[in-house]
C-alpha cells in the first residue's frame, strides 16, 4: 500500500476558507459581498422548533439521489458562511430532549457466525457483477471488472452530509472514515465477493458514499479562493438515504428516532462492513489455546493466527488490533491470560484527574497519555470480584493488568465521557495531534517504537446542551498515506451540510469523543491487500 491519494488533487488545499449548504428544497440566498469569508471557530446553535419540523426527513424506502446534471453557468449562486443546519431535536414522547446512552463497552470485537446471512449472489463460473452506483465491479479473487470512473481530477472532501432527522452521529462516523485513506483506494476498485452478511448491500452504498463524497462535480471552485460558486441545480450535500436503510436493517436500534451514540455506531458500521468483506466463506471451529506456560508472544501470535481463519477482511487488517489480558494469583502465582480483538478502544478518564499535579503544586491538564496509563493500570481483584484460581482451587486476591499485543493501522480511542447515570465528564484530555508512542503500553516484545507511533487524523465531538440537548459533529484532515504526518488535504470541521476550514489548533477541545490514530509506518500491499 504504497501509492499515493493521486485522485486528492492539491488544488483542494486552497480552495476556500469557509462554505456552507441549504436544504435540498430551500431556496439559495446571497451573502453580502463584505461578509468575511474566513471562519476559525465552528459554531454549534442548538435549532428552534420551526426548523426542527421543517429539516425532518422520512428514512425509509428511499434511495441515494442519482448525479445530477452538468453544472449550468447562468444558475450559479456564491455562498458564503452562514449558520449551521437545522437539526431535529423532539424525542418521540415530546419531551424534547434525546436521551444518551451511556459509555460503550470496554472493547468493541466483530460477530462471529453468519447469524442467519445471505449467501453471495453468483453467475455462471462463480463470477459476480454488482453494481456500485452505476459502475459494475468484479469478485474478490481477481475476475475481470470494469473500472469505476477514475477520481484522478477529484477536488472533493468538502461535501456534507444531509441530517435525515437525528442522524449527526452517523455524518461525523461517515466523514472521519471518508478521510482514511486505505479506505477510499480500496472502495474505488471494491470488488465485492460477499460469503456472509448484507448480500454486499451496505459495502455498495458505503462505497458511493465515500464516491459521493470526493466528487469534484458536486462543487464548482471559485477562482479567488474566497468563495465556493454553488449552482442551483447541482447537490450541495449528499443524501444517505439509501445507506440509513441498509444500516437500520442490520442494528435496529438506529432506526429509532432519537439521538445514538457515534462512538457504538462506528464499531457496528466495522463490523458489518467486515461482514459483507469477509474473504473467510467457511468459518472452522478453533479452540482457544492454552498457555500451558509458554511464552506469552507465542499465544498471542497463536490467537492471532486462529483468528484471522475465522475473520478475514481488508476493514479488519485496518482496524483490527488485540489485547492482552493477564491475570496473576497474589498466593500462588498462577498466571491466565486471555487474547481479544479489538477495533476500538474505550479508555476511562482518570478520576478527579488524579496524580496530575506537578512538583510545584500547580494541576496539570490530563493527557491522553495519562488515559491510556489508566486503561493499562494494574488493578487488584478482591472482595466480590475476587479471582477463582485453579491452582489454589478457590477464590484469591489476584492482579490484573491489560496490554496491547497487536497494534493496528487505524487506531481507535474511546474517551468514556458519561458515567453509568448518563452524566457528562467534561474534562479536558490534551491529546497530541502527530508522534502518540504506544510502545510502553504494549506486551513486552511488541514494544517497537519505530511501529508503534501515531498521528491524529480525525475526531468526533460531542456537543451538549441543556436539557438533554446534544449534537456531535467531527474534524478531519486526509493524511498522506506514506507520511500520514502531512496531510494530502488539511483540516476542516463537518457538521452535517456545513464544511468549514479550519486550524489544527482548534481540533483539541473538551468536546472531544473518538480519536482516530494512523499508524506513522504503513506497512506493505504485501502486509495489507484488498
Known amino acids: 500500500m504504497s501509492r499515493s491519494l493521486s485522485f486528492l488533487s492539491t488544488k483542494t488545499q486552497k480552495d476556500v476558507n469557509t462554505f456552507s449548504y441549504t436544504s435540498d428544497n430551500a431556496p439559495i440566498t446571497n451573502s453580502s459581498p463584505s461578509a468575511s469569508v474566513v471562519s476559525t471557530t465552528p459554531s454549534i446553535i442548538p435549532p428552534t422548533t420551526a426548523a426542527r419540523n421543517q429539516e425532518q426527513e422520512v428514512k425509509s424506502n428511499v434511495t441515494i439521489e442519482p448525479k445530477p446534471a452538468e453544472r449550468k453557468a447562468s444558475s450559479q449562486t456564491c455562498i458564503q458562511s452562514s449558520l449551521v443546519s437545522p437539526k431535529t431535536w423532539t424525542s418521540p414522547d415530546g419531551a424534547g430532549t434525546s436521551t444518551r446512552a451511556p459509555s460503550s463497552p470496554?472493547?468493541?470485537?466483530?460477530?462471529g457466525g453468519n447469524g442467519g446471512s445471505l449467501p453471495a449472489k453468483e453467475t455462471h463460473k462463480g463470477k459476480i457483477f454488482q453494481s456500485l452506483g452505476g459502475h459494475p465491479v468484479g469478485n474478490q479473487a481477481g475476475e475481470p471488472c470494469k473500472s469505476l470512473t477514475k477520481p484522478a481530477n477529484s477536488a472533493g472532501g468538502f461535501i456534507g452530509i444531509?441530517?435525515?432527522?437525528?442522524?449527526?452521529y452517523m455524518n461525523s462516523v461517515i466523514q472521519c472514515l471518508s478521510n482514511t485513506p486505505e479506505l477510499l483506494l480500496y472502495f474505488h476498485d471494491i470488488n465485492i465477493w460477499n460469503p456472509f452478511g448484507s448480500g454486499g448491500d451496505l459495502a455498495k452504498s458505503f462505497a458511493q458514499l465515500l464516491l459521493s463524497l470526493w466528487d469534484k462535480d458536486q462543487t464548482a471552485v471559485a477562482e479567488n479562493n474566497l468563495t465556493y460558486c454553488?449552482?442551483?441545480?447541482k447537490k450541495k450535500a449528499i443524501t444517505p438515504r439509501e445507506f440509513m436503510t441498509i444500516i437500520t436493517k442490520m442494528a435496529s436500534q438506529f432506526a429509532y428516532d432519537g439521538e445514538q451514540d457515534a462512538q457504538e455506531f462506528l464499531d457496528i458500521l466495522i463490523d458489518n462492513l467486515h461482514e459483507d468483506l469477509n474473504r473467510v466463506q467457511h468459518k472452522p471451529?478453533?479452540?482457544?489455546?492454552?498457555?500451558?506456560g509458554r511464552p506469552a508472544q507465542v499465544v498471542?501470535?497463536?490467537c492471532w493466527r486462529n483468528h484471522k481463519l475465522r475473520e478475514n477482511s481488508y476493514i479488519l487488517d485496518i482496524f483490527q488490533g488485540q489485547l492482552q489480558s493477564k491475570i496473576e494469583c497474589t498466593v500462588c502465582g498462577?498466571?491466565?491470560?486471555?487474547f481479544d480483538p479489538f477495533t476500538s478502544l474505550s479508555i476511562p478518564l482518570p478520576h478527579h484527574g488524579k496524580n496530575l499535579k506537578t512538583q510545584h503544586g500547580i494541576k496539570r491538564n490530563l493527557t491522553l497519555s495519562d488515559c491510556l496509563s489508566e486503561f493499562t493500570a494494574t488493578e487488584l481483584l478482591m472482595g466480590d470480584a475476587?479471582?477463582?484460581c485453579k491452582s489454589c482451587n478457590k477464590t484469591q486476591k489476584a492482579s490484573k493488568f491489560l496490554r496491547i499485543s497487536q497494534l493496528p493501522e487505524v487506531l481507535v480511542l474511546h474517551l468514556k465521557r458519561f458515567r453509568f447515570d448518563g452524566t457528562k465528564i467534561n474534562t479536558f484530555v490534551n491529546f497530541p495531534m502527530s508522534d502518540l508512542d504506544l510502545s510502553s503500553f504494549c506486551m513486552s516484545g511488541k514494544a517497537n517504537p519505530k511501529e508503534s507511533v501515531y498521528d491524529l487524523y480525525a475526531v468526533i465531538h460531542h456537543h451538549s446542551w441543556g436539557g438533554g440537548l446534544c449534537h456531535y459533529s467531527s474534524m478531519a484532515r486526509c493524511p498522506n498515506i506514506t507520511n500520514t504526518k502531512i496531510s494530502d488535504v488539511g483540516w476542516r470541521h463537518f457538521d452535517d451540510k456545513m464544511v468549514t476550514r479550519i486550524r489544527q489548533?482548534?481540533?483539541?477541545?473538551?468536546?472531544?469523543?473518538?480519536?482516530?490514530y494512523h499508524r506513522r509506518h504503513v506497512p506493505t500491499s504485501s502486509n495489507i491487500s484488498p
Open 162 to 168: 444531509v441530517n435525515l432527522g437525528l442522524t449527526c
Open 106 to 111: 470496554l472493547l468493541a470485537t466483530p460477530r
Open 230 to 233: 454553488i449552482s442551483h441545480d
Open 334 to 338: 498462577m498466571v491466565s491470560m486471555k
Open 300 to 302: 498471542a501470535d497463536e
Open 285 to 292: 471451529y478453533i479452540e482457544a489455546p492454552d498457555a500451558d
Open 505 to 516: 489548533q482548534e481540533v483539541c477541545t473538551s468536546e472531544a469523543y473518538v480519536l482516530l
Open 386 to 388: 475476587a479471582w477463582y
